[in-house]
């Protein structure tokens, strides 16, 4: 069982930049992949980016050279930077956890990109 917490969300303006933490209550140095998610008003929940234990990642293309993902083991946190942030950004941002089959996820953090 792993029990995830997302923070750092917030509202920012276009072109702004925030940062996503996650915690997780147990080791994820063997979990396959950590990843973040988001849902928008009235949209099903999408992949934004995934990184495995070996640190490849794999990107929406609307998140390319503007999203990074970086997962620190020996503190069991994950976090998404987000750079250039557009008002379609807006959305739930949701952390989760592919352990090998089994599906964990937070509660999300709200992130609302607007002037």
């Known amino acids: 069982q792993v029990h995830l917490v997302e923070s750092g969300g917030g509202v920012v303006q276009p072109g702004g930049s925030l940062r996503l933490s996650c915690a997780a209550s147990?080791?994820?140095?063997?979990?396959?992949?950590m990843g973040w998610y988001r849902q928008a008003p009235g949209k099903q929940r999408e992949l934004v980016v995934t990184?495995?234990?070996?640190?490849?990642?794999n990107s929406a293309d609307s998140v390319k050279g503007r999203f990074t993902i970086s997962r620190d083991n020996a503190k069991n946190m994950v976090y998404l930077q987000m750079n250039s942030l557009k008002p379609e950004d807006t959305a739930v941002y949701y952390c989760?956890?592919?352990?090998?089959?089994?599906?964990?996820w937070g509660q999300g953090t709200q992130v609302t990109v607007s002037s």
């Open positions: 147990a080791s994820i140095f063997s979990i396959r992949a």
């Open positions: 990184i495995t234990a070996s640190g490849r990642t």
């Open positions: 989760n956890a592919d352990n090998w089959g089994q599906f964990y």
